[in-house]
């Protein structure tokens, strides 16, 4: 049997992206799970510290994040869902991992790279550039294998911009296991479910990703969005001038964003077979097609979601009882990990 978790930060509400990629698997995976599977999908508020966040937003936005995976079928009598900081073991696991985890190896971390670079721009010696950025973004990795193992998670389901931080969770396990060794080792080393290739990228600029922290709010599709505003986003999406719809990623990144997003919502068909479609078609027609496959993707989640932001007592009630089975869970391995560093 599996333990399978995931998390999602709270900092706004997801996105075409985040549900295409993401969060789709996660109702997928739950639906498709054997009885014996347990399932964890956690909303990590500390991890979304790590950048700066207004406090009144950042409280909205927990609070709306799990409406959404409910609305979008996240079932709470089957899966825990639950707030990453209702539960305290998560931040004491990273920090007993913080005392084992070289800092050599966060330093290569991709994103920790890109953030460097980001502040490097503002200054040219490296001891400068990192003293813009908080330790806490440094760290994020640790945090995240902490989340993953206070469950001894067994599989992961993230995307492909995760795949180094799992990594560094499953070298941090063993890491654990081989430094505080007993009869059996204390930590599985998680794999990656591989959610989806599916990368979507930003509507107004098809290099990069869509992101919930993108200035452009038009750059994305945000799972609330009204028909009429999904309508104008993909009519404003930029694509290329070239005549007629082909796949070609390289040369035409707007028009093939537009393509996946088609075949992601068309039961993730194969994207070439989409582009199939469109031969001696023009922008016009795939944008239409788009929107209409969008609209009818989100109008069912939207309007639960409209019903259940309302329901204050009754997701506090969830996640009351979503963190009370985190916690029991993790506790459980927190005993066996606190008796074997001499902390019990
Ligand atoms: N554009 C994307 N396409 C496919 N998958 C995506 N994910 C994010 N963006 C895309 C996946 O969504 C999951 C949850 O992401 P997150 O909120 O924890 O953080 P993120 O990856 O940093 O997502 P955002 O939207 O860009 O948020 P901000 O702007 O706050 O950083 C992850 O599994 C991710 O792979």
């Not at 991709?110 to 001891?127: F, G």
């Amino acid at each position: 049997s599996r333990v399978i978790f995931s998390g999602i930060q709270p900092t706004g509400i997801p996105h075409l992206g985040n549900y295409l990629g993401a969060l789709a698997n996660w109702v997928k995976l739950q639906n498709t799970a054997s009885p014996s599977d347990e399932l964890l999908f956690s909303i990590v508020g500390w991890h979304a510290l790590t950048l700066p966040q207004a406090p009144q937003q950042l409280s909205e936005a927990r609070m709306d994040m799990l409406a959404v995976l409910l609305a979008i079928g996240i079932d709470p009598k089957r899966s825990i869902v639950f707030h990453q900081d209702h539960n305290p073991n998560h931040t004491e696991l990273a920090w007993i991992f913080n005392c084992i985890t070289p800092m050599g190896k966060l330093r290569r971390m991709t994103t920790w790279k890109s953030r460097l670079a980001v502040s490097k721009n503002q200054a040219d010696d490296a001891e400068i550039s990192e003293a813009g950025l908080n330790l806490g973004l440094f760290a994020y990795p640790v945090l995240q294998a902490a989340d993953i193992l206070a469950y001894k998670a067994t599989h992961v389901p993230v995307g492909d911009d995760q795949r180094q931080h799992l990594e560094l969770c499953r070298v941090i396990a063993e890491q654990f296991n081989r430094n505080f060794k007993a009869k059996q080792p204390l930590f599985p080393l998680p794999t990656q479910l591989n959610t989806s290739s599916n990368r979507i990228l930003s509507l107004r600029d098809p290099t990069s990703k869509m992101s919930k922290s993108a200035p452009d709010t038009s750059s994305r599709i945000l799972l609330t969005d009204s028909p009429t505003i999904i309508a104008q986003k993909i009519r404003s999406a930029v694509t290329d001038s070239i005549p007629g719809i082909t796949y070609d990623p390289v040369n035409r990144p707007g028009t093939a964003n537009l393509l996946r997003i088609l075949a992601a919502c068309n039961n993730n068909e194969d994207v070439r077979k989409t582009a199939m479609k469109y031969k001696g078609k023009n922008h016009g027609d795939l944008k239409k097609d788009v929107t209409d496959a969008v609209e009818e993707l989100l109008k069912g989640p939207r309007a639960s979601f409209e019903i259940l932001r309302r329901e204050k007592d009754y997701l506090k009630q969830v996640a009351r009882e979503g963190a009370e089975k985190a916690r029991s869970k993790s506790e459980a391995t927190m005993l066996e990990v606190r008796a074997r560093v001499g902390l019990a």
